[in-house]
Structure formats: C-alpha cells, structure tokens
C-alpha cells in the first residue's frame, strides 16, 4: 500500500503568466504521477491554495485537476494551512469538501473543560486511521495542540497518521527559518506517519516517540525567496509512502520545475556604481533565455542612496534576451550614509518623531521644507496619510486614489507634478 | 513612641558597637530590627550579640549560684530580678531614614543617649516601595519575625547586569530562592534568563514549579533531552555547534591534545567533531602522505578521541554514524539551530530552563559555554551597533559555580566564559547568578564584582568569612547572624539596596497558590 503526501503548493500564488504556467504544470505532474503510479491516497496538510478564496482562473483548474483525481477513485485527504483557512468554511477547500473531491481530516469536539477531542477517520481501502489539524496564522492553533486530549489519539491502535500544518523546531535546520514554530512535543505520540505542511523544503526525520515527522515541501514556489532556493539548487517534489502496518519507505520524488540563473552580488563597502557595473557584467556572462533569472543584491553601501543601484539596465537587458521573469532582491541591501537609525519613545507617536528626527539630518535637499522640523512635520503627515486603512465598502480602485491624492495634497504637488 | 512597644534603651557603646539594655518581658533576638526617633528621622538598628548584664557582681552570683545547687535552698529569689538581672543587647545602626521624604542614607552619628527603642514595623519601611520591573525576593525580616507587609523587591536590571551571587549550604533554601527570583524574572520581559538546571528542579516537570507562572507559555522555555513534556523542547545541539575553543577553561586538555582539536577542525570545519571520531587513530597518526595528519602522535589522537567520547557521550554505530548516549548531541541533521533558538529567546527577555541532570559536569558547563559564548557575542555586536540598550538584561544562572570561576579552574586553566562573563559582562548587559556552597574558592575580583549576594545560612566559618570580606554592606559583625539563618531566611547585600536587608524567603509553594494560573474552561473552537 502507499500514499502520496504533498503540500504547500500554493495555487495562486505567482503573479506573472509565464511562472502561473509552471505553477499548475507541476501540480498536474505530481497528481498525474500519483494516479498513474495507483497511490491509495493522497495528503495535503495544508497552503493547497495561496489564500482562502482565489481567483476563479486558479480554481476552474483546481477543481479540473481534483475531478481527475477522483475519478481515479483516490481520495485526498486534507486540512487547512495558513493561507487557505477559513473560520467560517468559507474557502475553495469547504467547496472542494461538499462536492466530495477532497476530505478534511478535522473531525473535533470541544468540551467545557476547554479540552478537545479528535476522532481518526479511516480510509475505507487500506484501513489507515487519519486524523490531524489546521494551521492558523502566526501559531494561533498552538493553543488547540495545548488543549488536545491526547490519551485517546495515543492509546488508538493501527496504522495512524496526523496531518499537521505548522513549523516544528525540532525539524528546523536553518537557524534563518524565523516565525511561530512549536515543539514537536506539542504534537500526540506513537502516530506511524507524520504529514507536515508549512516548511517549505523537503525534510524527514524520526524522534522518541515521533516516527516519520515528514514536511514535503512546495513543489514550485509559495514565497518569493523558494524561486531563489531553486535558483540555489533546491530540489522540489513530493513523497511518496510504503506501508503496511508500519511503515515501509519515504521516497522523495522530484518534479522540476524550470531552469534557473542566479545574478548575486555582494554590496559591501562598495559604491552603487560599481556594483552597476558589475550587474551588467554578470548578465553578459548567462543565457537568460526561458529561464527565471534571480538577481541578488545584499550588503551595505558606503555611500549613496540603495535607490543608486539601477536594476532597470540589466532587467531591460535580460528581458529583451527573453527571460521567462527577472526577480530583483534587493532587501538586504542598505547604506551607510543611509541607514535608518532607530528611535525609542514612550508611545508610537514619539517614536515616528524621534526616528525623524534622527534621520533627517542625513538628507541633502535643496527644499527647506523637506528638511528640519518641518520635514519631520511633512514626514508624519505623510505617514498618517498612507497608514489610513481601507473604509468599510470601499473598494481598491476607490481607495487608491484617494490615498494617492490627500498624499500629494499634503506635498503640495497635484498629479501631474508627478 | 507608648511606653508598650518600647524594648530596651541605649546606655553605651560606641558607632556600630551600641549597648542596649533590654526592657524586661522584652525577648529580644539577633538580627531583630529596632527603631531610635530622632529628631526629623530615625535610624534603623539591628542586634548583633546578646549577653546578659547585672547589677550583682559575677563573684557574688557564682557565690549564689552555689548556696542554691549545693545547699538545696529552694526558694532563694532575687529582690527585684527585673531590675537587678537583665539582657544587654549589642546593636549596630543600619540606616538613618528622613520621615520627610523617605530618604535611606548610610548613618554617621550615634542615636540619642539614653533614647529609648522600639521594634520596627511596617510603616517604617516605607521607602521598600516596588519599583516597575523589580524581582521579588522575601519580606523584611526581624529576627525570626516576619514583617509580611514589608515586601523586598530588587531593581531587576540593575541586579542582573552586575551579578548576583547566592551562597548557601544545602538545605538552606537555595532552590526555593531561585524559582523564587525566576517568578519574578517570568513577569516582563525585562530580563533573559538562561538556567542549567543540573537538578531539573525548576521546570516542575511532574511538580509544582516555574510552569505555572500564568506567563510561562509565552515566557518560559523548557529544554529537555529525555521525552519533553507538552509544549516542552528537546534539547539537542547538533555536534556542528561545537567549536574547540568552547572546551577552554573547562576540559583538561594538553597543548598538542588542543592541537590535534584544532587541526581536526581547520579541516573539516562544522563537521570536525564526527570526523575526528570517525577517523581511525593510527592512520592519522602513523601516515604521513598528508603533512597535516602527520603533525600529531596516534596516542594524542587516541586519548583526544577518549575525552571527547566520554565529555559527549559519543557511540558509533555500525554505519559510522556518531550519536550521544543521553542524546544531547546529534551527528546528523537534528539540534542545527538548537543554540540559536535559545539565545534569541533569552535575547527575548524569556527565561530558558536547560535540563542537563543527564549530563556529566563537563558536558552541562560544555552547553552552557556553548550558549554563553553565541550570547555575549550577540550582545557584544548589538553594543557595537548601538542597540544595546534596546536589550533586555540577560543573566546566566549556573549552579556549583567554582566549577567554572573557582580559584583551580582559572589558574590551571584558560579563562572560560563565565570567568570573561563575570569580568565584563557587565559593559553589556549580561550576567552571571552564581550558586554554590564555596564562596571561599571563588577569586577576590570576582567576588568584588558580584554586586548583589543573597546569603542564606552557612555554617562553615571560612565560608561566611569570604563572603562578608566581599559584601557591598559592613557585614564584619554579622558572622553569628549568618551562621543563624534557618531555613529560608537571608540577608541580601548589595550596591542596590540601602543597607543588609535581612529577608525571609515565602515557600515558593505558596506563591504559586496565590498567583499561578488557573485552569481554563469552556468550549474551544476548532476549525
């Protein structure tokens, strides 16, 4: 018997056309694999979707996709990740639920001690005992593992597997990996099979009482820095699982996705137009060409402002050399003539006025009334302007304008200052 | 003052040595805590010695006392015994308090003659207000009586950042001490804590303990390597985290021994501990193809090899894979970031309780050198970068302290962490809180540094000497004081504090009956 377990996938995601493409291509690969390869059924512990109600484009495919795979007669079973839940089952996971193409494992009571219970549900083909939770935004389902009566799910017998979807720390292996990550402790004991959604590359390890704590990974890109590991080498894929009372095999299966070239330049003591220069060298030297191209710029500057370092050139250059997508990361990139030095006040107020202050002493203007205090008072206008939210019923393309247009009201500039 | 509440009355002395006579019915004890009104203040004075004075001379008493036992006259009776007979108490002044605006400086002049004393209450301790983020340490003592309204509160930054140092025997109250001040630690995030917990008497894994603190789940970090309860974290710190120099001041190992370490690690960086284990002994020794493996004997080899297998606990299976018996130290992919996530959670203002009851001696000070270092390290950089002050206060509470800042350890030795930490953590921010039972194997300049002590009772006259030779407050007649301290009571000397606050430490018991978290109830929704 085997299983397949994927997460992660992120549909929706991708903004741009071309990388849309290889988004759903490699998700019909995997289920393509998994259908011919006569898996007995399919995991998905959470993020099948990018956010909760997606485009109907990603959808329309979404649902092909699982028809396909239910035809097929392999069930998916399921919970909701950060992304895609919805407290009120109202995201495209509740609607793929009610035609029957996927199962949401989450079978819960609440009880008036504040505990909760959960019942396995079983795969009627091989047995399999499942059961598991979603994962909520910044670590808030945390509190369900605390509160989780775990004597029961411990002491049921058989094949058992829980679906999670959430960072473990036992299983980080990059200190870089920040966020809300919680001990495997948290988790009940003696399951056969762990699926973990949430972190984004492959890992599979087995701890006391914690066989097989499996995360697959993304089997593309569901945030940006996953393009630039491919770029680094990254392989990408799914598992796929052998059992029989226990479990026999996890096999990482890797599905490419496309090819990359990767442009890194390091900023450190170095002015903007050396490292211009060194941009356009480096790109002469790449065959850019239906490939996703990653350019990387990090460091601090020695002078100049990081706004210096001109990736327009060498995005032009590439994409006239047909890249399929030129990503630019230039958030580690800083100046030392530059850098926002931070500011301490007793409330939020204060302290937009102390970093202000202490900040606008390093810019060189010739309008007075951008510089001294009345810079400062300009700044926070400015940014009480731009931090208003958006009115209830009010809709982007009204929105917008509005902010745009009491901005540059408070500039003193109209539209086509600009 | 009403004549009631008055116990004795100064009839001599000199400054720090005044001779009180104690008003009959009166029962005065040592470290009682007194009250002379002056005019505008009044001093606070504390009984040293008790000795009995009378108006009869010794010869004529002993003359008595022999009448009494070998004649067998029964009734003899002094005339007027409250007068003739009574208790002489020695007493030294601790503090002159301004009854106009609660200002505690050092006295320098005598109390009034003849000024009768009263016993301190409440309302003269005042000025023990609780400032924002103080630690909670006991309730003013006096004597042996309790003054529960009198609560003790320790500015927590100040305190950290320039050492603490709890010198007690056991079964003094050491450990009810420390859960004690953690509580407090557990309230803001004013302080990080990192705690080898070589007893794993803190957590309260099966018992009442830090755990129940009602901020323990976003405050408190509980590392264990063996089957961590609910929520806990397994400690396990990827052999990759280990450099040579964190076996300074801590291993014995001789020059070509260290040699050998760092050679194994210049050439294979993160990996030098699982390779050098791996690495068959008499190869590396006896081949000389490589001018690098030729550099060292097998036999220094071999012993490194010993000493790093024993400190580690380090097995090999049949597929080479290296692993530690108690499980702390991983080979392979587990325990990477182990050291990072609790620096940042200290870095947090969090307190981390490290559970190394399965570690040997070396093993437990390895980790906490290991964690030590990237900390002061961190703190250091966040100094350079000017965000020091932005950090909360971090404090490292090691147990047995001579182990690493004892007088053998750092003479034999190199300098460890905690030895530097001692010396300058101060500039940033970071500190030690340092228990042990031997005050006395601990360096002078050490000692000095350690700025606030919280002494509990000692019985070893050497020991009590080291420590009132180092204490922030004159505490040169306070030997007997010392010696005297039941269970649970202390005197805390430090910079921070106005002058030798006798203290009495609550069951740790208690507070967590008081003021540990309740249990939940009602329906949690799931979704």
Redesign the interface.
Known sequence: MKFAHLSDVHLGFQKHESLQKIEQQVFEKILNQCISSKVDFILIPGDLFHVNIPEMRVQKFAFSMFRKVYDAKIPIYVVYGSHDFSPVSNSVIDLLAEVGYITKVTQAKSHEDSTISLECLIDPKTGAKITGLSGLKVGKDREWYEKLDRDNLEAESGFKIFLFHGGISDMKTDSSMDGDQMPLSLLPKGFSYYAGGHMHKFNHQSFDGYANVVYSGTPFAGYHADLEDNANGQKRGFVLVEFEDTVKSVEFVEIENITYEIIEVDANNRKAESINQELLEKTKDIDPAEKVVIIKVKGELTSGKTADVDISLVRDNLNERNAMVVNVSKNGLTSKEYSITKAKGANKEEIETNVFSENIGQLRFDYPELLSDEGIKLAKKLLSELGQPVLINEKKNEYIPRIRDNALGILGLDDDAS | MDEISVVGQVVGGSFGDIVIRQKAGTDLEIGDLMVSEENGSFLILQVFSLEFGSQIQDKMQQMMSGVNLEQGVVDAQFYEPDFVNYVLARIKPLARVYRENNDVKIPKSLPSFFNKLRLITKDDLKFLQKEKDSVFVGYIRSGSKIIKEAEVWLPAEDVFSHHMLIPATTGRGKSNLVKTILWSVLDTNKVGALVLDAHDEYFGRSEIGLKMHPRA?DNLMYYTPS????????L?INLQSIRPEHFEGIVDFSDPQFQAIRMAHRQHRANWVRELMVTDAVDAGMENTSPSRGEFAAATMMVVQRKLRLLLSLEKDEEGVVFSRH?VFDST??G??TV??IVKDVEAGKVVVLDTSRLGDEAELLVGNIIASKLLQKYKDAKAS??L??KPVATIVIEEAPRVIGVDVLTTRNDNIYSTIAKEGRKFKVGLTAITQLSSVIPKTILANMNTKIILGNEMKQEREAIIASASQDLSEDDKNIASLDKGEAIITSIFVPFALPVKIPLFEDIVKEKGMT?????????
Do not use: I, Q, Y
């Open positions: 789940k089957d961590p309860p609910v929520g806990a974290n397994r396990t499980k992919t587990k990477l970031t990072d996530d000017g965000e002050e932005r249990p939940e109830s009602g329906k949690t929704k799931v979704f």
